[in-house]
Nanobody, 122 residues
Framework: VQLQASGGGLVQAGGSLRLACAAS????????IGWFRQAPGRAREFVSA???????YYAEPVKGRFTISRDNAKNTVYLQVSSLKPEDTAVYYC?????????????????WGQGTQVTVSS
């Protein structure tokens, strides 16, 4: 599967964006899809995931502010990021995992898209 992330940009604190992870090659519902982010000088961290069965998972810092969803017809997973804070600034990556159980570990994901930059100004 090939993944293409998009939707990043520059936004003021409190604003929103919708990130998209478009899949090609296989149906996105065949995988667990995760979103990770990496800020300069920091390790890549788990943000959210949606399992093949539709289960949704979020890291604590983004609970209540980010929403993950999947559109099977468009073969795309979305991450709605709202109430953004400057500390959300990072490159956001989507990744696919072959097995049905989600993971917060980036090493468990098999396929990666290129990142999309999210910059939140204060």
């Amino acid at each position: 599967v090939q993944l293409q992330a998009s939707g990043g940009g520059l936004v003021q604190a409190g604003g929103s964006l919708r990130l998209a992870c478009a899949a090609s090659g296989r149906t996105v519902s065949s995988y667990t899809i995760g979103w990770f982010r990496q800020a300069p000088g920091r390790a890549r961290e788990f943000v959210s995931a949606i399992s093949w069965s539709g289960g949704k998972y979020y890291a604590e810092p983004v609970k209540g502010r980010f929403t993950i969803s999947r559109d099977n017809a468009k073969n795309t997973v979305y991450l709605q990021v709202s109430s953004l804070k400057p500390e959300d600034t990072a490159v956001y990556y989507c990744a696919a995992k072959n097995t049905k159980y989600y993971s917060t570990e980036s090493d468990d994901y098999d396929y990666w898209g290129q990142g999309t930059q999210v910059t939140v100004s204060s």
